[in-house]
């Protein structure tokens, strides 16, 4: 004799008697389950992803000693001329055959500390790269924001690149709208003595979470580099342009060049040119490279 198997059930009966459910119940119950589910999942990927930090923590100073760690050049295009004006040298860490993501480890080195004799044995690289390129072109250099709360290691950057005899009028420090959340008088303090010594500034993903108008009119900055939030889309929305227009207007009184970066498609290229952006950068520019490379300009 075959035993009858039986599954269990919510009845979704419109009244509740009978220790029956209700039909709202049974969808926040539902609803709850899903949750639950999701939340098992992320905890498991937290959980996977913190036993990667620690692992790449444990490796970073060996990494060091290895110089694992070394520079990509993307280029960097006037939007008026096609001509290459510069490139921003982007990190990467070489870990056996994979590139980690330095959305991974650069949390990581600055919570440590390493991120400054990361960012110093860089700058050989930026040596080396420079080198190899006609003046004026630069090289935009993202620094840490939290090097920027500490005087002493904007004057190690200076020494360094005085040791290195390289032109700081041809190297571009990056930094960030958070970078002044902490302490502004103390940021505006490291900015103006780079800029002192020589060095160009620019304020890296103005427009997006951190943006302030009140920080970029205070800072003595030679370049807005926008949010790629900004551009994003900027193809299908018109609402979108026109804010972009006026991001792109504002910065100009205020005696700015503007970046677009992460540029995707040509569609993009048009509509950042026919905007007035001063530069631009992406994949529809070209890709990073491990040297500068000359590209041919993009229509």
Not at 55 to 74: P, S, V
Not at 216 to 242: G, M, N, Q, Y
Not at 260 to 269: F, G, H, L, M, N
């Amino acid at each position: 004799m075959m035993m009858e198997t039986t599954r269990p059930r919510i009845n979704t009966a419109m009244d509740g008697a009978d220790g029956l459910v209700a039909p709202e119940q049974a969808v926040e119950i539902v609803g709850l389950a899903a949750r639950l589910i999701r939340l098992k999942s992320r905890i498991s990927d937290l959980a996977a992803l913190g036993e990667f930090a620690v692992t790449l923590m444990g490796e970073m100073e060996e990494a060091l000693e290895r110089d694992a760690f070394c520079y990509f050049y993307q280029p960097i295009l006037s939007a008026s001329s096609g001509l290459i004006e510069g490139y921003e040298a982007l990190i990467r860490w070489r870990r056996g055959g994979e590139a980690i993501a330095p959305a991974l480890f650069l949390p990581i080195a600055e919570e440590t500390g390493a991120i400054r004799a990361i960012q110093q044995r860089l700058l050989n690289d930026v040596a080396l790269a420079s080198s190899k390129l006609a003046a004026p072109t630069f090289i935009s250099v993202n620094w840490s924001p939290r090097q920027f709360l500490k005087a002493s290691a904007v004057s190690a950057l200076i020494d360094r690149v005085a040791e290195l005899k390289l032109d700081p009028s041809r190297i571009i420090i990056e930094i960030t709208a958070r970078s002044g959340m902490v302490d502004p008088d103390l940021v505006y303090f490291c900015v103006q003595l780079l800029k002192e010594t020589g060095f160009q500034i620019a304020l890296d993903d103005f427009g997006g979470r951190y943006g302030s108008l009140a920080y970029v009119s205070r800072l003595p900055i030679d370049f807005i580099k926008l949010d790629p939030s900004l551009i994003a889309d900027v193809e299908h929305s018109e609402r979108a342009t026109r804010i972009l227009s006026g991001v792109v207007d504002f910065a100009h009184q205020l005696g700015h060049r503007v970046i677009a970066k992460c540029i995707e498609t040509q569609s993009q290229v048009r509509i950042l040119r026919r905007l007035g952006c001063d530069l631009l950068q992406g994949h529809a520019i070209g890709s990073p490279a491990r040297e500068p490379r000359l590209i041919k300009a993009h229509g």
